[in-house]
């Protein structure tokens, strides 16, 4: 089964807040999104992987169900998010 959830984040004095899905139990698998998508793309592949791993996909800033950082940010402020 796959849950969804939110988490409130800050970077660099800025909160936002972050969706992400979780399935499964042992190690994690952090399963980041191809650019303009969301994790909605890993579901078939997090219910065949949670019997293995702790699958989490977060959507990225500004995709998904994510807040998108503030103004007009570059490549830095993505790899800091």
Same mark, same amino acid.
């Given at each position: 089964?796959? &849950?969804? !959830?939110?988490? +409130?984040? %800050? &970077? ?6 972050? !969706? ?20 909605? %793309? ?7 992987? $949670?019997? !293995?791993?702790?699958?989490? $996909?977060? +959507? &990225? ?12 940010? %570059?490549?830095?402020?993505? $790899?800091?998010?």
């Amino acid at each position: 089964m796959i &849950t969804r !959830h939110f988490i +409130d984040v %800050e &970077t660099n004095g800025n909160k936002r807040r972050v !969706h992400y899905r979780l399935a499964g139990s042992g190690p994690p698998l952090l399963m980041v999104h191809q650019s303009p998508r969301s994790s909605k %793309e890993y579901e078939p592949l997090m219910l065949k992987w $949670a019997e !293995h791993f702790t699958c989490i $996909a977060p +959507d &990225t800033p500004g995709f998904g169900q994510s807040d998108a950082l503030p103004g007009n940010p %570059e490549i830095n402020e993505y $790899a800091d998010a």
